[in-house]
């Protein structure tokens, strides 16, 4: 067994020479071992890490370094197995071009749109479109005070005979415009027109006009305004111009006189645009 060297404190001071002797002096706080004696620590082998092996896919949107390669495609995750539905005891018919879709109902109730008004002479509707025209008001103006708002109906010779029945009763009618009408409805609703005196015959004799046709109209959908003595000369005004609109109308308005001689029943076809009436029926 081969030992170390010592080296003596001499031999790095620099005054020896080449041919000074190396002195050796034994170790004696040393042990030595034999190498044969040394007990060898066996470590266990773990498996060989395969360097092909996929790495985990990265999840969208992270970071990824530019490689120039395709990312290798990760295993997929198995499905799970199929569970088996249980088939219907009887499978639905399949439609074919011989089979026919079924009609969609017709909403309840006769096709015809009817309605009974009071029409406005040619003097009225004439003072109605230079008002309107002064304040570029689009739209159609009104041309008939409405007694019986739209409806339905399939007994058109009963109601016939029930408009005869009672325009012999309550006609004419002698009314007056007698006041310009400001109203505001809802929160941006602006009504003007001229109001009718006496309000309380008018009022009566509509409400006898619904009793006459009971039982032969059905009303048509949607919520129906409550009937209101007064002639209208323009529905929802633009709030910055009804109240010039209303002041225009009191400095030209002027109290008239009007007999009601006669009341007409129109219709219309129904449909998704606006209803175009016209006259069915003028009684007397």
Not at 97 to 123: N, S, T
């Amino acid at each position: 067994m081969i030992k170390p060297p010592h080296f003596a404190q001499d031999d790095f001071t620099g005054t020896g020479s080449d041919d000074d002797e190396i002195v050796y002096e034994p170790l004696d706080d040393v042990t030595w071992v034999d190498e044969d004696e040394i007990e060898v620590i066996e470590l266990p082998e773990e498996p060989a890490v395969d360097v092909t092996e996929v790495p985990p896919e990265i999840p969208a949107g992270d970071a990824v370094e530019e490689t120039g390669e395709a990312p290798a495609e990760t295993p997929a995750a198995s499905a799970p197995a199929a569970v088996p539905l249980p088939l219907p005891l009887e499978l639905p018919p399949e439609a074919g071009p011989e089979q026919a879709a079924e009609p969609v109902p017709a909403p309840g109730g006769p096709p015809c749109l009817y309605r009974v008004v009071i029409p406005l002479d040619e003097a009225l509707r004439s003072t109605i479109d230079a008002v309107r025209g002064e304040h570029a008001l689009g739209g159609p103006a009104p041309a008939a005070l409405e007694l019986i708002a739209p409806f339905r109906s399939d007994h058109p010779d009963a109601l016939a005979d029930a408009l005869r029945t009672w325009s012999g009763a309550w006609l004419p009618l002698e009314l007056a415009l007698d006041a310009v009408s400001a109203e505001v409805i809802g929160p941006r609703r602006y009504v003007a027109g001229w109001s009718l005196e006496p309000a309380g015959r008018l009022i009566a004799a509509q409400h006898a006009l619904v009793d006459a046709l009971d039982g032969l109209r059905e009303p048509c959908e949607g919520e129906s305004e409550p009937f209101e003595p007064r002639i209208v000369v323009a529905d929802r005004v633009p709030p910055h111009v009804f109240p010039h609109l209303i002041a225009d109308m009191q400095r030209a308005f002027e109290p008239q006189r009007r007999a009601i001689t006669a009341i007409v029943l129109e219709e219309a076809t129904p449909g998704p645009q606006p209803p175009r009436w016209s006259v069915r029926l003028s009684v007397p």
